[in-house]
Each structure stands twice: as C-alpha cells, then as structure tokens.
C-alpha cells in the first residue's frame, strides 16, 4: 500500500510540475482519476499512522500496568549476570563456573548462618549449662560419698579449672575481633584486590560472605560462635575446642560406670515388675544418660575437629589455606615442581608462634592458665620462606 501510494505522489508531482505538458497529453477524465487515486492513498495513510500511534500508546499503557515487581526484576537481572559471568573472560575454568552457578545456595547458606548465628551460641550455652547442672547436682554428691579423698581433690581440681578453661576461652573467641585489614591508604604490603570490599588483601587475608568483611589470616567463619576464626582469635577458638572436647572425654570415661547403672536399671524397671522408682531415681538415671550420650557424642566430633585443626597448625596454615596448598601442590607436581608452604617455619615454631610462647615460663601462664595476650604481629606482614632455625629459642 505505500508503494501504490508513492507512486500516486510521484504522479501527481509530474503533473503539477509539467501542467502544460500533461494538459495536452491527458484528458480530463485521466486527470480526474489521478486526483481520486492520489487523496484515497493520503486518507489510507493517515488512518495506518493513526492506528499505528494508537497501538502503540496501549501497548505502552499496558506495560505499565503489567510491570512486574522490582525484587522479581532485581532477581531477574542477578540471574542474568550470572549466566553472563560464566563467559566473561578466556581465564574461566571449572571453579568460576561451579562458583557462578552455585552462587544462590552460597548466598542462601551465608544468609541462614548469618541470621541464625546467635541461636547456635545460645545452643552451646544452654547444652553446657543442663551439663553443669547435672555434674554439680547429682554427680558431684555422689563423688563426696563415694570417692577417696585424693579422688575427690581430682575430679573436683580439674573439673574447675576444665571448666575456667572452657568459658574463659569461649567468651574471648565469640567477642574478641579476628583482625580485619585497613580500609585507609597505607603502606603494608598487599597481594591481591578484593573483589567485594575493593580494598588490598594482605597475605593470608580472605573474604568471609557472612561477615561480609575481610579477614586477617581467615581460617574459617564458626556458627558456633557467630564470629570469624582469624589472626586475633585463632588461639581462643582452639583453646576453647580442646578444652570442651578434653572435658567431654573426661565425663565420658569418669560417668562410664554411672551411665550403666542407670541404663541397666531403667531396663530392668522396664522388662520386669522390679519395684518402681521413684520419680527423683527416674529423673537422676535419665539426667545420667543424657550426660553420657551427649559427653559421647560431642567429644567424638569435637576432638575429630580439634585433631585436624592441630595439624593444620603443625603445617602452619589454615582451613583455606589447606585447600589452596593442595591445589598449588598438584599444579606444581604437573611441572615436575615441589611446592613449599611459604608460613611453615617448622612443627615446634609454629606452635610457639601460634601460642605465642616467648619463653619457658609461658608454657604455663601463657598455655595452660587463661591468657588474653595477643598473637605475634600485626597480621598484615609474614616472614615467608625462614631461615630454619628456632625462631623462638624455648
């Protein structure tokens, strides 16, 4: 239809520019039909634009109308940069694509253990008080009547100083800082950039999703504490683990003989028709064997956790640095390379350092009495590769 009418337009331009010509050439009628021709297209174009604008105007209405809420478009988007960032560059391997596509289940774990952090410190806090409870209630009377003096000095010494151990250790690694790198312009040395706080990393500095912070020396964010493990309080969190988990096995092997007299008379009371307990002996067996099951239990995990953690500090490095060590190990071993852990200054360095034992005396107040001194260094500067000697002559 806009072919016909440009030729009509093209025609009657002619007509009026050569008048003379065309008046001699065409007769009256001809003109007439032009005339028609010509006015039919203009009106058919008209009524198109006209329909077309109207269209238009509607379709812009209704998207209006039908926009879709923003946190759906936000997701929208997100997703889109997903799936974008999983070809954003020649360098993309296996781990940017398994971190792009699992990035939501990230998210939705660091919010869950971010939101849910104080519930679990009040989960320890009120599994080792129903502990104490039943230790100074019902076991300890039991020790006064039943020990030797020497046995009852034992158990009741290194229960309370297990214990001072315990929440001393506890308490400073839920409110103590992990260190965190400056956000001003200085001059310690750095590795890399972050890409979420856009700031410089210092070495053995990580990224933690849940803080949401940088971490000096980052070994892992503990829900069960609501803090990260880092530089200021790496001590603390494995104190306070080995603490817990010794006191565990010592009421797991001390209440051994407690829990099987009770259990051994709950099923007697059970398959015959023993005579009944009453309600405070049903209540002291059962509190028994929940002692023993939970002591069990947690000193099982706790100590298989403990185990690990100490020889990641015998290695001298942490729980992301294992992993980025075996990776850099077998990369190196394609090479025909041997890859060396640049902060291992050797098994009894590290441990001095990691305690930070400056002399003989502090094997004691520093390692087996409470102790609040801070670690060696700043956490932003680390010797690598050492002279192998004892860095600290204890």
């Known amino acids: 239809m806009r072919f016909k009418c440009k030729l009509a337009q093209t025609d009657m331009v002619r007509y009026q520019n050569n008048s003379a010509a065309k008046t001699s050439k065409l007769t009256g009628f001809q003109i007439q039909r032009l ?28 998207r209006g109308r039908t926009t879709l809420p923003l946190w759906i478009r936000t997701v929208w988007a997100y997703m889109r940069l997903l ?28 919010y869950v253990t971010r939101w849910f952090g ?16 039943i230790a100074y209630l019902i076991l300890l009377p039991m020790v006064f009547d039943t020990y030797s003096l020497p046995w009852i000095a034992w158990h009741v010494c290194y229960g309370h100083w297990n214990l001072v151990m315990i929440v001393f250790h506890y308490y400073k690694a839920t409110k103590t800082s992990p260190g965190y790198p400056p956000t001003e312009k200085n001059d310690s040395p750095f590795v890399a950039v972050c890409k979420k706080c856009i700031i410089p990393k210092p070495a053995r500095t990580h990224h933690c999703g849940i803080c949401n912070r940088c971490i000096l020396k980052m070994d892992h964010h503990c829900p069960w504490l609501n803090n990260c493990v880092g530089h200021l ?16 096995v010592y009421c797991s092997i001390s209440g051994r003989n407690l829990f099987l007299d009770a259990y051994n008379a709950i099923e007697t009371n059970y398959q015959t028709h023993a005579p009944p307990y009453t309600f405070k002996d049903k209540l002291v067996h059962k509190s028994i064997i929940y002692m023993w ?84 260094g700043d956490g932003l500067k680390w010797d690598a590769f050492p002279v192998k000697k004892d860095l600290i002559p204890v």
């Open 293 to 376: 099951v939970l002591t069990s239990t947690v000193a099982v995990a706790l100590g298989s956790l403990t185990l690990w953690h100490a020889v990641l500090i015998s290695r001298g490095e942490t729980s992301i640095e294992k992993h980025i060590n075996s990776k850099e190990t077998k990369r190196m071993a394609k090479r025909g390379r041997v890859y060396r852990n640049p902060f291992n200054y050797g098994r009894l360095n590290n441990w001095k350092i990691f305690l930070g034992v400056e002399k003989t005396s502090h094997w004691l107040t520093r390692v087996l009495l409470p102790s609040g001194h801070p670690p060696p």
């Open 35 to 62: 005339v028609r021709a010509y006015h039919r297209c203009r009106m058919r174009w008209c009524l198109s634009s006209m329909l077309l604008r109207c269209v238009r105007f509607r379709s812009c209405t209704r």
């Open 233 to 248: 309080n790496h001590r603390y969190f494995f104190s306070f683990c080995l603490s817990l988990a010794m006191g565990c």
């Open 83 to 110: 799936v974008q960032s999983l070809y954003f560059s020649s360098l993309t391997d296996s781990d940017v694509v398994f971190d792009s596509v699992f990035e939501p289940v990230f998210w939705t774990v660091d």
């Open 118 to 133: 104080t519930v679990f410190v009040c989960l320890v806090v009120i599994l080792t008080s129903s502990i104490l409870a």
